[in-house]
């Protein structure tokens, strides 16, 4: 990715890779513990995390979902959710132990001297205030600003993250800007007080990786203008590297490693931080595959006796089951808590990056099928929106989302469309499965038009397509069990007795790599999301279907489930010859699972080709663009691994 | 891919029902219990407590007028809850009213919710225009004065306790329907709907699977809380003459009878409100209980 090397190193190697010392230190969390009140009774949720952050510094906080990392910052906040509480350690802020400050106390620093930028900006702003009132509001809450005062404030700030035109854009709402622009004015607002401390959480997961980088930049270009020190809470390793001095992994509520992001990349120590780094999809090249974490990270609520990564850890001997390891410094500024930290455990023994499928092995499964009609085909599909109507009801404003699109999918191939949120993918694979209707073109399943398939017809195109959705959360009716979800399809066909279905939801259950005993009578909120995802394959398999239809089939799983996921993707297709059609805005993911890659762009397909073609020899701008966007968000990753 | 085998840690206590973890909240164990053994008692206080004490339904005497609780009445009668203003025993007469009012606070409301749950379904899932039509049709009907409709039903029919049903339902529905739409239009978005199209489910389907178990919680609340509204309602009713003769006793004409007496004598509108209140606080605890012990994602919170 040479692309991407001119605009890394700068924060990996100019700024200090040391540990904050003495009277630099802006926060210091003292061996924290914290633990939550539940009806399942007391979860410890943090182990004993330490960590520190100076001004000026950036300090970024990597974990999967219930890693604590997001607790963490609560902590920080003082903002803990109800039955929560601190059994050990401080937070020690600006000299002052939050812990000790009333609640008065420490409204008035959150307000002032921390600014908070959250994950969802549609979800952070207030869509019945205009802007400026937003942006301004903690200068007249803590500044003590009068109203035209923080106008002008307001105006500034605007124009300071990015904005063209503030004087006139102060007075809009928020509904009239982009998700990045959002973003940006949620920047804005958390800056205003000029403060000393700026955090962080997830700040560009909901934003398009065209304008994901661009973020980034501005984050720190504003933390580098305040001085102020910046917390940054993020799953993913990539994004981190491109913005953090130092990073810190958390696993099951403890630090398992602190380093300069640099040395974390290049010389990891700790198992799970090299898995993490090697279970990147963006890193490999076509065909290769990887090995992922296996299993899932332990339930709070389960008390463990040693390392929580123990029983999903390589290098694991029997020490780790029955002593924690403590966090030491194993050089300067890098500390570790893994027992086997000095024994120079090497990342590809560990998770080893094998070559099994190689490209040509994949080439020539479309060909088995090739004679046949393609499974699924979109003909000169188009779909307008229509946006608003005339007194009469015709439409007097419309929104293409889909323009004339050519695609074929046949049984044995991997097709994934690629592109930002608005760029049509998913209108296409919903006309693909029937739930929209094209305005105009067609839809085939294995030749005919599926507008106009008998009883007959229609069951078999029930029958040979099937569809996994992105939200493994709400793919399911929460009050069915897991064997009535994977059953339904059969179900509805009708063609096998109970008995039948029964146990073909077993097979499949178990060819996801589930327990069918275990899991077959759980409800689906029992599962993780990886499990759930698995679920939903299962469920799409049970047909023996030609085409699976995928929607951002992993992206909403922790980055460590997602290449089991992708994994178990490529078995099934390998396994059972069934096309896969997918779509995705994680270019990582689908280089790692396709054959052929279609990129869209405002509702037209921008470019097409093997993945090979796309990846390195992008022909259209738009591509290009994307590409070097990615690479760009994650910067010091793709040149530490070189 | 054998080791995702033992990744697979769903949880034990999706067993017996009941749950293993108790809640700490004492009163939950209570529950469903005590509202169980308040509504059986007034059930049988409604089929026996007539035949308890020797006086009839309407019968009167003017010199026992307003006799409070526990003493002798002016006719030397003994009454156990004193008597009314026209000196009618209260205790049988809350007997004979118990018979009238769970009787209209179930049965009115239960065709309320049925009315309403398959109008709010039927706009919330189908097209747009549907839509339209059923949601002006309940605009309209909440926009009609409720009484005006018990009138038209009595002009019709000859009042009886079946007219205050149908009272009751076609006053009570459109509540359901607003509900019941809007949560519908949110599910019917969700990806679990999306996915039962691709596995080739019908509309019909989908409702029943779908749907309906997952806007019951909200319909069961709304019924256990209208239920006081509906025993209020038959006494309005009654008194515009569309259901059951002013001699006949209910818990809600009860209260209207006795409201202008209601400085000097209290118990003629203390003593029936207590028994709705006793009614509507079961039956909403008993809801709240179903509501909670059917959704499978609150097990073990119980």
Redo the contacts between chains.
């Keep these: 990715m040479n692309t991407s090397d001119a605009a890394v190193p700068r924060r990996a190697s100019s700024s200090t890779t040391q540990p904050p010392q003495g009277e630099d230190i802006l926060l210091s969390i003292h061996g924290l513990s914290l633990s939550i009140d539940t009806a399942r009774g007391k979860l410890s949720i943090l182990h004993d995390v330490s960590l520190q952050l100076a001004r000026g510094e950036s300090l970024g906080i990597v974990g999967e979902s219930g890693s604590g990392k997001s607790m963490t910052v609560n902590a920080v906040l003082g903002l803990l959710p109800l039955g929560a509480r601190i059994d050990a350690g401080a937070v020690v802020f600006l000299g002052k132990d939050m812990g000790a400050l009333d609640e008065k106390a420490k409204r008035a620093l959150r307000g002032s001297r921390i600014g908070t930028i959250l994950q969802d900006p549609t979800a952070s702003l207030n869509p019945a205030l205009r802007i400026g009132h937003q942006v301004s509001e903690p200068l007249r809450v803590h500044g003590g600003a009068s109203v035209s005062e923080a106008y002008e404030a307001a105006v500034d700030l605007i124009e300071r993250v990015g904005i063209p035109d503030a004087q006139r854009r102060v007075r809009q709402y928020p509904h009239q800007f982009s998700g990045g622009m959002r973003q940006r004015i949620v920047g804005a607002s958390a800056i205003s007080c000029k403060p000393d401390l700026l955090i962080a959480d997830e700040p560009t997961t909901a934003l398009d990786v065209t304008v994901q980088a661009a973020y980034l930049d501005l984050l720190s270009g504003l933390q580098a203008e305040l001085g102020a020190g910046l917390l940054f809470i993020s799953h993913d390793l990539g994004v981190v590297s491109r913005i953090c001095d130092r990073v810190a992994v958390m696993y099951a509520g403890r630090v398992v490693e602190t380093a300069a992001t640099r040395t974390l990349f290049s010389s990891a120590r700790h198992p799970y931080t090299m898995g993490l780094v090697s279970c990147l999809p963006s890193i490999t090249e076509v065909g290769q595959r990887l090995t992922p974490i296996p299993g899932n990270p332990p339930d709070p609520a389960e008390g463990q006796a040693g390392c929580p990564f123990a029983n999903r850890c390589p290098a694991a001997v029997d020490r780790c089951a029955s002593e924690v390891p403590a966090l030491r410094e194993i050089a300067p500024g890098h500390q570790v808590a893994c027992h086997r930290a000095d024994e120079g455990l090497q990342t590809q023994q560990l998770w080893p990056v094998t070559s099994s499928i190689t490209v040509s092995d994949r080439d020539d499964a479309p060909e088995r099928f090739a004679r046949t009609p393609p499974t699924l085909e979109l003909s000169r599909a188009k779909k307008m929106f229509t946006i608003k109507r005339t007194l009469l009801g015709t439409p007097s404003v419309q929104f293409c989302a889909v323009d004339s699109v050519n695609l074929q999918v046949f049984r044995g191939e991997s097709v994934s469309v690629v592109g930002e949120s608005g760029s049509g993918k998913t209108t296409c694979i919903r006309m693909a499965l029937g739930l929209e209707q094209p305005t105009s073109g067609v839809v085939r399943f294995a030749g005919k038009d599926i507008a106009r398939l008998d009883r007959q017809g229609r069951r078999e195109y029930r029958r040979r397509v099937q569809a996994v959705f992105q939200d493994p959360y709400t793919s399911f009716n929460p009050r069915m069990s897991i064997a009535r979800v994977v059953a339904e399809p059969l179900m509805e066909l009708g063609d096998m007795s109970r008995q039948d279905i029964s146990t073909r939801v077993d097979q499949v259950l178990a060819q996801v790599g589930l327990e069918p005993r275990r899991v077959r009578d759980c409800f689906p909120h029992q599962l993780s999301g990886g499990q759930r995802q698995r679920v939903a394959i299962a469920r799409a398999l049970s047909t023996e279907p030609h085409c699976l239809v995928l929607d951002e089939p992993v992206s909403a799983l922790d980055v460590s489930i997602r290449v089991q996921i992708l994994n178990l993707l490529r078995d099934v297709q390998q396994d059972t010859g069934v096309g896969i059609l997918s779509i995705s805005h994680d270019l990582g993911a689908v280089k790692y699972m396709s054959d052929r890659v279609i990129v869209m762009h405002r509702g037209v397909f921008v470019e097409e080709g093997t993945a090979e073609q796309v990846y390195h020899r992008p022909q259209h701008e738009y591509t290009q663009k994307l590409l070097a966007d990615a690479a760009a968000g994650h910067g010091v990753l793709h040149a530490g691994m070189q | 891919?054998n080791?995702?085998?033992?990744?697979?840690?769903?949880?034990e206590?999706?067993g017996r029902p009941g749950g293993r973890?108790r809640?700490?909240r004492p009163g939950r164990r209570v529950l469903p219990w005590l509202p169980m053994a308040v509504i059986a008692l007034l059930t049988v206080f409604a089929v026996v407590g007539p035949w308890l004490i020797p006086y009839g339904e309407s019968q009167g005497s003017l010199p026992g007028r307003l006799a409070p609780p526990f003493r002798t009445g002016g006719d030397g009668a003994f009454h156990l809850l004193g008597t009314d203003q026209l000196g009618r025993d209260i205790f049988v007469r809350l007997a004979y009213g118990a018979r009238v009012s769970l009787l209209v606070g179930v049965v009115g409301v239960a065709l309320a919710c049925l009315i309403g749950t398959m109008v709010g379904l039927l706009a919330g899932i189908l097209n747009k225009s549907v839509d339209a039509a059923l949601m002006r049709g309940t605009d309209v009907a909440l926009s009609i004065p409720g009484l005006l409709i018990a009138i038209l039903l009595a002009s019709i029919f000859t009042p009886s306790i079946v007219t205050v049903f149908v009272s009751v339902g076609l006053l009570l529905w459109p509540t359901y329907a607003r509900l019941i739409r809007g949560e519908v239009l949110v599910l019917k978005n969700?990806?679990?709907v999306?996915?039962?199209?691709?596995?080739?489910?019908s509309t019909w389907?989908i409702i029943v699977?779908?749907l309906l178990?997952?806007v019951l919680p909200s319909i069961i609340v709304l019924a256990t809380l209208q239920i006081g509204a509906a025993v209020v309602l038959e006494a309005s009713i009654s008194f515009l003459g569309v259901g059951l003769p002013p001699n006949k006793a209910s818990w809600g004409s009860m209260i209207d009878q006795g409201r202008q007496y209601m400085s000097t004598s209290w118990w003629l509108t203390a003593i029936p409100g207590l028994f709705i209140f006793l009614a509507v606080m079961s039956f909403n605890a008993l809801g709240d209980w179903a509501r909670v012990r059917f959704?499978?994602?609150l097990?073990?919170?119980r």
């Design positions: 891919m080791d995702l085998t033992n990744a697979v840690s769903p949880p206590q999706a973890i809640s700490r969700s990806d679990f999306a996915l039962a199209r691709v596995a080739g489910c389907k699977r779908h178990p997952n959704d499978p994602r097990e073990g919170r």
